[in-house]
């Protein structure tokens, strides 16, 4: 079946960077969309970006797009969010997700429709 890891999480000042990496750990399945999700205490999980592994699109929500940048390497099966310019309100658990097989047209924004989830991996902003 295989899993999703996610690692690179930490605490940094505002304003900092930080490297987020999912690795597919015995996945062989195919994924057609990627995506960086965040959820932090009393709060609903919030999309952060999202990949077509086919097209390579991308998208962001409003309040990241210029600072974050969402990335895969097939090589090594593995998706990054680089984050820089961290915001203390930013601070959450961050989760990788994929939706696998195939999707028709663009990749949901959603969280629910992505059905394989990391563990995640907590991001800390300090002010």
């Known amino acids: 079946q295989g899993q999703l890891v996610e690692s690179g999480g930490g605490s940094v000042h505002t304003g900092g960077s930080l490297r987020l990496s999912c690795a597919a750990s015995g996945y062989t399945g195919s994924r057609a969309c990627m995506g960086w999700f965040r959820q932090s205490a009393g709060k609903e999980r919030e999309t952060v970006a999202i990949m077509s592994v086919a097209r390579r699109s991308t998208f962001y929500v409003d309040s990241v797009r210029g600072r974050f940048t969402i990335s895969r390497d097939s090589a090594k099966d593995t998706v990054y969010l680089q984050m820089n310019g961290l915001r203390p309100e930013e601070a959450a658990m961050y989760y990788c997700?994929?939706?696998?097989?195939?999707?028709?047209?663009?990749?949901?924004?959603?969280?629910?429709?992505?059905?394989?989830w990391g563990q995640g991996t907590q991001v800390t902003v300090a002010s």
């Open positions: 997700a994929a939706i696998r097989g195939g999707w028709i047209g663009g990749c949901p924004k959603p969280p629910q429709y992505y059905d394989v």
